[in-house]
Structure formats: C-alpha cells, structure tokens
C-alpha cells in the first residue's frame, strides 16, 4: 500500500470490484484478486462471471454465468457500494463482455483496469474465441489500464507475440491507438516472456514509455501473476498520486509476492503466489 505520512487524517479505504471468474484453488481469479486487494488496503468486492473447474495443473471445465445475472450482481453492488476502482479478469463469453461494459459505461468508475484474461497458465482457453473483437471494441475505449501480457497482446493486434524490448515498444504504442483518444489511459505491457534475468514491464500513455525492471523470481509458483498484478494496480489507484507510482508499486508488490511463493504448499504443478508476505 501507499502510505502518506504527511497527512494525519485517516487514510479512506478503497472499496475495489472485481469482475472475474472463480479457481477453486485461489490462485487466480476472484479469490486471488480479493487476496491481493486486501494486503494492498482496499475492500475487495466480487461479481463472479464465470466458473471454473481448475486446480495447480489445469482447467477440467468452465460454465459461464448467464449475462443477466452478471448485470444483476452488479446493478446490485452499485446501488448501495461506492466502486472506487474495477478490476476486470476473466469474462469468458462476448454476450458477457457487452453486458459489463454496458453496466461500467452506465456506472463509470473512476479507475477500471483490464487484464485481458485469455489462457490460464496450463494452456487452457479461457477467452472464446469469438469473443477476443467484442473485448477489444467495448472494453478497450473505457479502461484506465490495461494488463496484456505479450501472447494477448498479439491476440489483440492479431499479430505474433513479440520476441525482443524494441518490438514491446512498438506493441505498446499499437495498444494505446486501440484504446482511442478519449481521456488519459494506459498500456501496462508485461514483458515475463521475454528471455532474460530481468522481467521488464513497459507503461505507456502516448506520450510517456515508461521502462519498469525487476529480478525475474526463479519459482514454478506463477498462477495468478496477471490476476493478481491487475487487481494489486486496481488496489492501488486510488491510493496513489498517479497512475505510474501506483504501477511501480504493484510490481513491486508481485515480485515479492513471487519471491515468498515457495513457502506455500498447494498443489503439484503451478502454484499460487504468497499474497499475504507482509504477514506470513
């Protein structure tokens, strides 16, 4: 979290929404994103879009939520909850898709950050494939952020994933055309799947190409890393003075959440991160 100590009146406590589907194991999804939400200080709230049926070593099912119930959880939610950021994950399904960004557009939180969910981490989809042209046209335009990483990136663009920093550079100029020229967003593209010791992030508004660093972590333990960077960058903007002190502090957080991951014992293939490192 971003702490003001100059200030001695009490910090207001986010409340932050997310709009995803449900792993049963915790890993990624909802369950992650209120993990994360909460150890960065905000009140995490949940609309669920979608059900998996998924543990560490892949996803066995999915049974999407009908599209009016999606927009009854959450007309519901906003009549009575002051939504200060939205994190959207995995919505599965185009008539979904339209049914949260008619909702959003309505609603118009101040920050909504897209992690544009579409393989797990096993492999399988989670985006059908229909569905890719219906999220690059109604969510693309309202968001503040979006998270690609480099294989949804080219999804996006219909292209190749990118293989060099250069060729990042470009991509991420690319994606911000696609967001439109209406008010001030950002591209976050991770670059994880880039080759070297360093995972290198770029933060991009069409003007500033903001080059972010870290170690890369050497774990097997990276389900949920783009869930929970999304939902810790949702936590996190509307405590911080702008949009990129409140990304350098989701990666950080990431990253030591990646580093403390080995202390977890879940599951035998890709485990969850620690979200909770501070603590235990």
């Known amino acids: 979290m971003i702490n003001d100590s100059s200030s001695r009146a009490p910090r207001a406590i986010p409340n932050v929404l997310t709009i995803a589907g449900v792993d049963p194991s915790g890993g990624a999804g909802v369950l992650a994103d209120i993990k994360a939400m909460s150890a960065l200080g905000a009140y995490g709230c949940g609309v669920v879009a979608a059900l998996t049926a998924q543990n560490t070593q892949g996803v066995t099912g999915v049974m999407p939520v009908p599209p009016a119930f999606v927009r009854q959880q959450i007309e519901t939610l906003f009549a009575d909850v002051r939504i200060d950021a939205v994190k959207l994950g995995m919505l599965g399904q185009a008539p979904v898709i339209e049914t949260v960004a008619d909702s959003l557009v309505r609603h118009i939180p101040p920050h909504l950050v897209l992690d544009p969910v579409m393989i797990a981490k096993s492999g399988d989809a989670l985006l059908e494939d229909d569905a890719v042209g219906t999220l690059r046209e109604a969510i693309l335009p309202i968001a503040t952020v979006i998270t690609p990483n480099l294989p949804e990136a080219g999804v996006l663009l219909g292209g190749r994933q990118v293989e060099t920093l250069p060729e990042m550079r470009r991509v991420a100029e690319r994606l911000r055309e696609a967001m439109g020229t209406h008010g001030h967003r950002w591209v976050l593209l991770k670059g994880g799947h880039l080759p070297g010791d360093a995972a290198i992030d770029l933060l991009h508004d069409g003007d500033r190409m903001i080059e972010m660093a870290a170690p890369r972590v050497d774990t097997k333990n990276t389900h949920g890393t783009g869930c929970s960077l999304a939902s810790a960058l949702a ?27 080995d202390r977890l014992q879940v599951g035998s293939g890709h485990g969850p991160l620690q979200h909770f490192w501070r603590w235990w």
């Open 235 to 261: 936590a996190l903007l509307p405590q911080a003075p702008d949009v990129p002190a409140a990304a350098r502090a989701a990666k950080d957080y990431l990253t030591q959440a990646l580093k403390h991951a």
